[in-house]
């Protein structure tokens, strides 16, 4: 085909000189080419430097080193936008929001996400990098979060967040701090970057104690925090730290300055670490504790000393919202634990002898072998919701056996009958006895100040258990809960819970939330009550939760369960009816009622009388004494300086007629005795 060319004809090329000719634009186009790739990858890599990665030279700090002291509670995971994504899909998330706070927190996150839903590349690289969030406590009782997020590739964003609407920004030691306003929520986010991480929160302040306290890092260099951390990093996709120097004061808020000071002297815990799994059906947090090996505290004297099951829930009424269990594998030697402790501490161990020589020698008994060693593995303090009184308390031994509770027990109340004046006759109701301590002290003397409210209490004995309360009517129940197998341990889904759980423990604090929403009184502080009863739109559907201690060596291993599940089904076996019986009838007295004679200890073997006065100078008693015992006769005065008590002793026993005065000088009571014996 010949081409029609404007330009004129030319000659034909020789061979040789097409060979040459289609040479040459080959070589051309190579290079060409290589200069173009090199071209692209240099701009893409300033690019890159100047859009998409946050450069800095040298080593990177600890990301820690950015978290302010003061810290309460401590999130890390390594993989962010996955822990969104796989939290936000499951019903915890969808429980949680219907709470107001929650829900708050809720929209913000969506917020951020659906913000960064145009930079793809931006959320892929959110999958594998630091994240920290803290919380801390400031103002009066307010908490707000802290974040620390690693920036490394993420220019781009920083850019974003920098040029945004609304921004200003000012200088704090050197540093930029960005202030974004939000004028629909009128919140304020401030913000900065150091070293490659973002800073941020809604407070101004955490954001300046986190630039001000790097250099000294306070929680990354804690010899403690280290300790823990190394036990869980690397677990799971969310780490939780709980630091409880922080924790102590801020409770305080809430629960009173003396509870809390009770508690961070029983429960002396340094730092917990936990990871987090997320299941269907149960939030699961596992991790270990440390704690201060140098304080009087259960904490101490539950380590290094065996674990047992949680048995006292087959006695535990069904309607039981508190339980809180300690368990060893034997009680004998958490008593022996707890002298040893004792001995160390030359200021408290000269009151607990002298007083534990005054009790044995008023009742005549030996506290380690008449109470101490028949009680078996575990010891609980239960809480009882009812319709037809209002909470109520009771605690449990499990004792060796049931024949030696029994003949134990039938022995103390001897005792104490001898030296107290309180007439009490035994109640038999539905085949188990009923009877009553009247005396003071003895618990907290042998189990500790958990157990001092139940101070002369009634009690029962059912199987190995034997069960006191300060109200007869929580007897009751938790017998009539027995009859009718009508107990904790017979629901499906505490056997569930049991299972995920597992049972060994040294301490096992168990809750039923929905119960504890009528709660008033119990086991609980004012202010745990009145958080309970705030946070009900969620707790509703938690109906089971607990903390669980089990001595690892120098840590604790610390797990917590939380249910997510419903109990509607098994409410019909928790409404099980009572009869209403009128325990005035069947008793001659109230005991809380009776008027106590006061224990003495002759201090002056050669004297002949001996007083003691209250603070008024009034006196409290006038006894004769004889070769250093009582004898003679007996004077005890209300603090008014009304007479009380009026009586005779012979050889240090009862003997005659004994009178009893109220505080109007009403004589309520008159008793006869002889070498002791009441015989009327």
């Known amino acids: 085909m010949v081409s029609d060319d404007s330009a004129g004809t030319s000659k034909e090329p020789s061979v040789n000189e097409q060979n040459t000719v289609a040479a040459r634009p080959k070589k051309s186009k190579k290079w060409k080419w290589i200069l173009l790739i090199l071209i692209l990858a240099g701009g893409s890599w300033v690019a890159y430097q100047m859009y998409f990665r946050s450069y800095t030279n040298g080593p990177r700090i600890n990301p820690l080193n950015l978290v302010p002291e003061g810290a309460v509670l401590i999130l890390e995971t390594d993989q962010p936008y996955n822990v969104w994504n796989e939290l936000s899909a499951t019903k915890l998330w969808k ?22 839903a145009d930079f793809d590349r931006v959320l892929d690289l959110l999958t ?5 969030l803290s919380v801390h406590p400031y103002g009066r009782n307010e908490v707000d979060l802290l974040f620390v997020l690693d920036m490394d590739g993420l220019g781009i964003l920083r850019t974003w967040l920098t040029r945004g609407t609304h921004i200003t920004q000012r200088q704090f030691q050197g ?17 900065c970057f150091e070293n490659n991480f973002l800073i941020g929160s809604f407070t101004h302040t955490l954001v300046e104690a ?28 969310i780490r939780l730290y709980l630091n409880y120097e922080a924790l102590f004061p801020y409770l305080a808020s809430s629960m009173g300055t003396d509870d809390q000071d009770v508690l961070k002297s029983q429960l002396p815990f340094l730092f917990s670490g936990f990871y987090l799994d997320i299941e269907e059906k149960a939030l699961s947090l596992e991790g270990y504790s440390n704690y201060v090996d140098s304080t009087n505290s259960y904490v101490y004297l539950m380590s290094d000393i065996g674990k047992s099951d949680l048995d006292i829930a087959r006695v535990a009424p ?3 919202s508190v339980l809180l269990s300690f368990g060893f594998d034997s009680f004998s030697r958490f008593y022996e634990k707890l002298q040893e402790r004792l001995k160390k501490d030359q200021e408290l161990v000269g009151d607990y002898e002298s007083y534990t020589r005054k009790t044995e020698k008023f009742l005549d008994i030996s506290i380690e072998d008449d109470l101490v060693a028949w009680i078996a593995n575990e010891v609980a303090l239960i809480q009882i919701e009812s319709d037809q009184f209002k909470s109520e308390t009771a605690f449990v031994l499990k004792a060796k056996n049931a024949s030696l509770a029994r003949e134990k027990m039938a022995f103390l109340n001897q005792q104490i009958r001898r030296k107290t004046p309180v007439r009490f006759k035994e109640v038999d109701y539905r085949g188990y006895p009923v009877n009553f301590m009247s005396v003071k002290g003895l618990f907290n003397l042998v189990l500790g100040r958990l157990f001092k409210r139940f101070d002369r209490p009634y009690y029962t004995i059912i199987n190995e258990y ?3 309360s300060n109200q007869p009517n929580v007897l009751r129940l938790i017998i009539d809960s027995w009859v009718s197998e009508n107990t904790l341990s017979e629901i499906p889904s505490f056997q569930a819970f049991v299972n995920e759980l597992g049972e ?22 004012e202010g745990t009550i009145q958080l309970v009863k705030s946070k009900q739109s969620i707790l509703s559907s938690f109906p089971q939760s607990a903390f669980k201690l089990q001595s690892s060596g120098k840590f604790f291993k610390t797990q917590t369960v939380l249910s997510i599940e419903s109990l509607e089904k098994e409410m019909d076996l928790m409404e099980v009816p009572t009869p209403v019986i009128n325990y005035d009838s069947i008793w001659q007295a109230d005991p809380g009622e009776q008027i106590e004679v006061t224990e003495i200890e002759i201090v002056d073997l050669g004297a002949k009388k001996q007083t003691e006065p209250f603070d008024t100078g009034l006196p409290k008693y006038e006894v004769d004494i004889k070769d250093g015992q009582k004898h003679g006769s007996y004077f005890e005065y209300h603090e008014s300086g009304e007479l009380k008590i009026k009586g005779k002793y012979k050889n240090d026993l009862k003997e005659g007629i004994w009178k009893y005065y109220d505080l109007d000088g009403k004589m309520v009571k008159r008793e006869k005795y002889k070498s002791g014996e009441l015989i009327q």
């Open 175 to 191: 540093k930029t701090i960005y202030e974004q306003f939000d004028p629909s929520t009128k919140e304020t986010l401030y913000f």
């Open 95 to 116: 429980i949680l929001q219907k709470d107001e706070e929650w829900k708050d927190y809720g929209e913000q996150l969506a917020s951020v996400e659906a913000s960064l």
């Open 466 to 468: 034997v069960i006191f």
């Open 504 to 525: 060994d423990h040294n301490a096992l604090l168990y809750l039923r939330p929905p119960l504890l929403e009528r709660t008033n009184t119990g086991l609980l502080d």
């Open 318 to 320: 069904a309607r039981t």
């Open 128 to 132: 594998n990098r630091k994240l920290y």
């Open 210 to 237: 986190s630039i001000s306290g790097q250099q000294e890092a306070a929680l990354s260099r804690s010899l403690d925090f280290i300790a823990i951390r190394k036990k869980v990093v690397g677990e799971g996709l």
